[in-house]
């Protein structure tokens, strides 16, 4: 399931990545982007933002409820989390 996920974001039209560092657990996969963000100010864009959220109901459409999903903000970043059930 979590290659079939990766494969879905790598092919699916988002400004997200796949960061393999940034999880602490195998079964949750980290999506993130700053491609809009203001990075001097340290503030996320909304098209980021929006992207992440889209990306995240296309992810619950696709794989429903073998995931759970979250969108989270830190400065610049926009990241989603996706859990493998």
């Known amino acids: 399931m979590i290659i079939e996920i990766i494969q879905f974001v790598k092919e699916d039209k988002t400004n997200l990545d796949y960061n393999l560092n940034s999880a602490l657990n195998p079964s949750i ?3 993130e982007t700053r491609a809009n963000g203001f990075v001097g100010e340290e503030i996320h864009s909304k098209e980021d933002y929006e992207d992440a959220l889209g990306l995240e109901r296309r992810l619950q459409h696709n ?3 073998s995931i759970d999903t979250r969108v989270e903000t830190v400065d610049e ?3 989603l989390y996706v859990t493998v059930s």
């Open 29 to 31: 996969l980290v999506f």
């Open 63 to 65: 794989f429903g409820d």
């Open 77 to 79: 970043w926009v990241m």
